[in-house]
């Protein structure tokens, strides 16, 4: 190695780490005028009930369309926003938005709960409680067709105002999953204070169910023990990302509840949901009146 391509070498990745640098400023500039001009929208996916495949609830999940760069996924907005500190308007916008849907579908005749997720500043942010409560009386909804998802490494830090803020939502009738589960390091102590009614498997583990996977068996095993850790403890369990019907046959006869993924339906707008679930409650009534 000589010193000149050592030292072409360090500039190679100082200009890698600058551009980098700048594409992440050029996100954020346009992230909060996106926020700001509530350019950010929702997708939808349902959550089945896994022995009867009714839709049960439906989460929302943020998308972004950018008119330069095309649509950016939340893996990237979400974590820059936390950065940043745009995560609350973002949040705010986000809740927003599902409280105007349930009243839009509540007047079409459709009453469907909406789980939406948080971030674990959010949880720390002191004025969430208040800003939620204002949200919910401001459109009217009832706070128990909302449920608010929260991943379990952010369920986890600060626990202590974790358990007080989420007791606090609990009392507006808000429902609490814990998201990507068995991802993060649960202490099962703070896991049993919490107020919490799902717990939902993370798809690192569902998609390992299958035995082109030398770790099928271990994943399997996993999964099992999560859903007599979440009955044990009087909790649903939700299994994500489920794609193929091998992964939906062994969920449903380990006794998983309920079930999201492409299997079932892919997250999709709240035009092309709002007519899958009239068309569900049309089934429904003709079964009825059969
Ligand atoms: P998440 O909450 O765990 O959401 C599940 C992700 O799995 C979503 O990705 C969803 O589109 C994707 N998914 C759905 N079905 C399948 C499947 O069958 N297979 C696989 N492999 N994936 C599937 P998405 O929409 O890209 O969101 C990624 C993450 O970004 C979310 O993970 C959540 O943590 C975060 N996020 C999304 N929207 C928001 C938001 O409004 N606020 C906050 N704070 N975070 C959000
Ligand atoms: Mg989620
Ligand atoms: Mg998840
Ligand atoms: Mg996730």
């Given at each position: 190695y000589s010193a000149k391509a050592e030292r072409n070498q360090v500039q190679f990745y100082k200009r890698k780490y600058s551009q980098q640098e700048s594409k992440r400023r050029m996100i954020e500039k346009k992230l909060k005028v996106a926020i700001a001009e509530r350019h950010l929208h929702l997708f939808y996916q349902p959550r089945v009930d896994?022995?009867?495949?009714?839709?049960r609830s439906v989460e929302a999940l943020c998308r972004w369309d950018d008119e330069e760069s095309g649509s950016i996924p939340p893996n990237i907005f979400i974590p820059i926003a936390e950065e940043t500190g745009l995560i609350h308007e973002l949040s705010q916008l986000v809740m927003e938005m599902v409280c105007q849907q349930l009243v839009d579908w509540h007047n079409t005749g459709i009453d469907v709960p909406i789980a939406f997720n948080l971030s674990v500043k959010d949880l720390k942010y002191f004025d969430l409680v208040h800003n939620l409560r204002d949200t919910i009386n401001h459109y009217g909804v009832s706070g128990n067709m909302l449920e608010v998802e929260i991943t379990e490494s952010a369920a986890m830090t600060d626990v202590i105002n974790t358990v007080k803020v989420l007791k606090q939502l609990k009392q507006f009738g808000i429902k609490l999953s814990i998201d990507d589960f068995g991802k993060g390091y649960s202490s099962l102590a703070y896991l049993s204070q919490l107020p919490v009614d799902n717990l939902k498997i993370d798809k690192y583990f569902v998609s390992r169910l299958?035995?082109?996977?030398?770790?099928h068996m271990v994943n399997l095993n996993i999964i099992r023990t999560i859903i007599s850790l979440a009955q044990s403890l009087g909790l649903n369990t939700v299994a994500e990302g489920i794609e193929t019907p091998n992964q939906y046959n062994t969920l449903k006869s380990l006794g998983c509840h309920m079930g999201q993924g492409i299997f079932f339906y892919?997250?999709?707008p709240a035009t092309q949901l709002s007519k899958l679930l009239h068309r569900e409650a049309r089934l429904a009534r003709n079964t009825i009146n059969q």
């Open positions: 896994i022995h009867t495949g009714k839709i299958s035995p082109n996977f030398k770790d892919h997250p999709m």
